[in-house]
Each structure stands twice: as C-alpha cells, then as structure tokens.
C-alpha cells in the first residue's frame, strides 16, 4: 500500500486527471486529487506580491479539475463502481472549489 501511494503522489501531478483517476483505486484518486488541490491552495497563499493573479489563475486551474470530472461524468464509464468513483470524487470537488472560494475571499 505504501509504494502504491508513494507512486501516486509523483504521479497526480505528472498525469492528466483522468489518466490518474482511471489508474488507481478511489481512495488513492482522492488522495492525489487533494494533493493537487492543497498545492495550488498553497501556491496562491506563499505568493504575496502577485496574489490576486494567482487566485485567478489556480481558480481557473480548480475549476478545469471540476470540469474534467464532470466530463468524465458524462462519458460512457465502463461499470457502476467506476462511475460511483468519479461521480465521489466531483462531489468533493465542488466541496473544495467552495473551500478555494472562501479562502480566496479571507485573502484578497
């Protein structure tokens, strides 16, 4: 379990989301698609000249993960516990653009 997360933390950012949600298990999917979401999070918060342009621009990157979920919501999945997963993972998507939102709004 260990090598299968430590393989999915390098690669949440290197594969596109849909390769990496198709690739492993929910919980790993969720974990890196977190670790995706805390990064950008933390990006926006560790640039301080240039902060409202980079709220902008990850809002614009958050809102393509949600997109591409959604997407995938309408493609023909494979079987029902796929389509359980990725219908999962935008509902905590919507949760997080939310998150992303409010702290946005505390910061600027």
Do not use: H
């Not at 926006?44 to 979920?69: H, W, Y």
């Amino acid at each position: 379990m260990r090598g299968i997360v430590q393989q999915a933390s390098s690669e949440c950012f290197t594969l596109s989301l849909g390769e990496f949600v198709g690739k492993y298990q929910s919980q790993i999917a969720l974990l890196g698609i977190q670790m995706i979401f805390t990064q950008k999070v933390t990006d926006c918060l560790e640039r301080t000249r240039d902060r409202p342009q980079s709220f902008k621009a990850k809002g614009i990157e958050v809102n393509a993960m949600m997109s591409e979920l959604s997407a995938m919501c309408r493609d023909n999945l494979p079987n029902k516990l796929i389509r359980t997963k990725v219908e999962t993972l935008v509902t905590i998507m919507v949760y997080q653009k939310d998150l992303f939102r409010r702290v946005q709004e505390d910061v600027l």
